[in-house]
């Protein structure tokens, strides 16, 4: 499972999730995760259809395909929860 992570300087929300991220990404060490800037990497904000609500966090299995998208400020137990439901996806 790999996580895309969206986000923008500008955005009060993603300022929130970040650290919430670097935990969950620290107690997880095999969970892949990769963050794009929503003003710097067109390419992937218009291959995934992001718009400007951020942040969006789209989990992607193992073939990189897209199962679920969440957006906005999560809690870190609700990401917890997804991330080992569907760690083997």
């Known amino acids: 499972m790999k996580v895309l992570k969206f986000g923008a300087v500008w955005c009060s929300g993603c300022l929130v999730m970040k ?3 670097k935990e969950i990404e620290e107690a997880n ?3 892949q995760t990769e963050y794009y800037d929503f003003d710097e990497d067109k390419e992937a904000v218009e291959k995934y ?3 400007d609500v951020l942040p969006v966090f ?3 299995d193992q073939a990189g395909q897209e199962f679920l998208r969440l957006n906005g400020e999560v809690s870190k ?3 917890i929860d997804t991330i ?3 760690k083997d996806r």
Do not use: V
């Open 77 to 79: 137990k609700d990401l």
């Open 19 to 21: 650290p919430r991220w």
């Open 49 to 51: 259809g992001i718009n």
């Open 29 to 31: 060490p095999w969970l």
């Open 84 to 86: 080992i439901k569907n």
């Open 58 to 60: 789209i989990f992607l």
